[in-house]
Nanobody, 120 residues
Framework: QVQLVESGGGLVQAGGSLRLSCAASGSIFSIRDMGWYRQAPGKQRELVAVITYGGSTNYADSVKGRFTISRDNAKNTVYLQMNSLKPEDTAVYSC??????????????WGQGTQVTVSS
C-alpha cells in the first residue's frame, strides 16, 4: 500500500506565494511521473504541472512562469512552488504519482487534496 500526503495549502493574498509538498510513503520501489492537479468549484480537474523521474517538466499554460514543480527522489516527495498567485488559482490542489511498488505492481495514486485560496 502507498499513501500520498499533501501539505502547504492555505489562504494568501493575490501576488503572494505558497509552496505545496506531497510525500509518498509505503511499499515503494520507484516513482515515475509525479504531478499536481487542481479543481475549482464548478470546474473540471485540470493538470497544473508534471515532472518525470529525470526532472523533465510540463506546465499548464495558465501557470507557466509563475509555478515551479520539483521533486526529491530520495524523499519520494514532489513540490509545487506557486508565485504571483491570482484569485483564479483558487482550487483544491491534489498530487498524483505513478508508483511501482515493491510487489512490482504499478498504480496511479492520489493525495487527499489541499485547499489553496487566493484573495483579491
Amino acid at each position: 500500500q502507498v499513501q500520498l500526503v499533501e501539505s502547504g495549502g492555505g489562504l494568501v493574498q493575490a501576488g503572494g506565494s505558497l509552496r505545496l509538498s506531497c510525500a509518498a510513503s509505503g511499499s515503494i520501489f520507484s516513482i515515475r511521473d509525479m504531478g499536481w492537479y487542481r479543481q475549482a468549484p464548478g470546474k473540471q480537474r485540470e493538470l497544473v504541472a508534471v515532472i518525470t523521474y529525470g526532472g523533465s517538466t510540463n506546465y499548464a499554460d495558465s501557470v507557466k512562469g509563475r509555478f515551479t514543480i520539483s521533486r526529491d527522489n530520495a524523499k519520494n516527495t514532489v513540490y509545487l512552488q506557486m508565485n504571483s498567485l491570482k484569485p483564479e488559482d483558487t482550487a483544491v490542489y491534489s498530487c498524483n504519482a505513478d508508483i511501482i511498488q515493491r510487489s512490482w505492481s504499478q498504480s496511479i495514486n492520489w493525495g487527499q487534496g489541499t485547499q489553496v485560496t487566493v484573495s483579491s
